[in-house]
């Protein structure tokens, strides 16, 4: 298991069907937590995907959540790309990662 002497750590999730992988960043907090947060588009495409109520960080991405643990945060993060992230990018096949 991850603890908190580790600075930061990568939740990936892959959908072998689609050829789709994506990730994101975990950051031990002082609440003793791990926040999640993901950067991979851009910030336009974020507040689309999410809504002009999500809190984007110009450095880090939009926080999705909190976890306890890294196992917790796989599991929470492969649902919201499941539920929210494949979904949109679905309906908008002509969106683009910050990298392409």
């Known amino acids: 298991m991850i603890k908190e002497n580790y600075e930061h750590w990568h939740v990936d999730y892959y959908n ?10 975990g950051f031990y907090d002082d609440i003793g937590t791990w926040e999640i947060f993901f950067d991979e588009y851009r910030t336009d495409d974020l507040y ?8 984007i960080d110009k ?18 993060f492969s649902k919201w790309v499941e539920t929210v992230l494949i979904p949109y990018i679905k309906a908008n096949p002509k969106l683009k990662t910050k990298d392409t």
Do not use: M, Y
């Open 48 to 55: 689309k995907i999410l809504g002009s109520n999500c809190d």
């Open 59 to 76: 450095d880090l991405g939009v926080f999705l959540f909190r976890a306890n643990d890294f196992n917790e945060a796989q599991e929470k």
């Open 16 to 25: 072998e069907e689609l050829d789709f992988l994506t990730t994101a960043t």
